[in-house]
């Protein structure tokens, strides 16, 4: 069966990096793009950027452009996040979701990893 | 950006209730519409794609109909399991956004 699983909770100082990972099994891998998405504490859907793992082609959202980076490793069929510069605000859930092989497909998200809960605190 | 305007944000139903949740874009998303389900601490779940069409596994009692800039979700006869937040969300366009949610709770 189809299966996204994400890397464990992280606590992380202001300033910091943080490196989410989500190994994706069960189907083809390259056929499909991964769109990461975070949630807030009592808080709704943020949608961070997309990822293609036919040619690790990236999409981020514009609040997110100077911060994040999206990165496929087809060997082991992993798809990361990392997000630097890390503020308190930034503290949320952040959710792995399997997406279309391009962004011009529009699509749906119809897989999810279990979230991983990141932790801003210093 | 396209806005996503959902309501009520929240509503209270009993079980059997007929449910209707209305998402607005701020501007036309073609059929690029979906539909999520979530439960506290778990991942969202895709319930419809593409206006629609009912994701394998997802009950018959929920549909979507819609076009351009008003799009529904409804629940036919709501369930105990179905008490939970539901999302819309257009991919038309980049950043894909979401509604701010619906909480439907139990009356």
């Known amino acids: 069966q189809i299966q996204l699983v994400q890397s464990g909770a992280e606590v992380k100082s202001p300033g910091a990096s943080v490196k989410v990972s989500c190994k994706a099994s069960?189907?083809?891998?390259?056929?499909?793009?991964f769109s990461w998405v975070r949630q807030a504490p009592g808080q709704g859907l943020e949608w961070m950027g997309w990822?293609?793992?036919?040619?690790?082609?990236?999409h981020y959202a514009e609040r997110f452009q100077d911060r994040v980076t999206m990165t496929i490793d087809t060997s082991t069929s992993t798809t990361y996040m990392e997000l630097r510069g890390l503020k308190s605000d930034d503290t949320a859930v952040y959710f792995c979701?399997?997406?279309?092989?391009?962004?011009?497909?529009?699509?749906?998200?119809?897989?999810w990893g279990q979230g991983t809960l990141v932790t801003v605190s210093s | 950006d396209i806005q996503m305007t959902q309501s009520p944000s929240s509503l209270s139903a009993s079980v059997g209730d007929r449910v209707t949740i209305t998402c607005r874009p701020s501007?036309?998303?073609?059929?690029?519409l979906n539909w999520y389900q979530q439960k506290p601490g778990k991942a969202p779940k895709l319930l419809i794609y593409?206006?629609?069409a009912l994701q394998r596994g997802v009950p018959s009692r929920f549909s979507g109909s819609g076009s351009g800039t008003l799009f529904t979700l409804t629940i036919s006869s709501l369930q105990p399991e179905d008490f939970a937040t539901y999302y819309c969300q257009q991919t038309s366009d980049t950043p894909r956004t979401f509604g701010q949610g619906t909480k439907v709770e139990i009356k």
């Open positions: 979701a399997r997406s279309a092989q391009f962004l011009e497909l529009g699509g749906d998200f119809d897989y």
């Open positions: 593409y206006v629609s």
């Open positions: 990822i293609t793992a036919y040619n690790g082609s990236t």
């Open positions: 501007q036309n998303v073609k059929t690029y």
């Open positions: 069960g189907y083809t891998f390259s056929y499909y793009g």
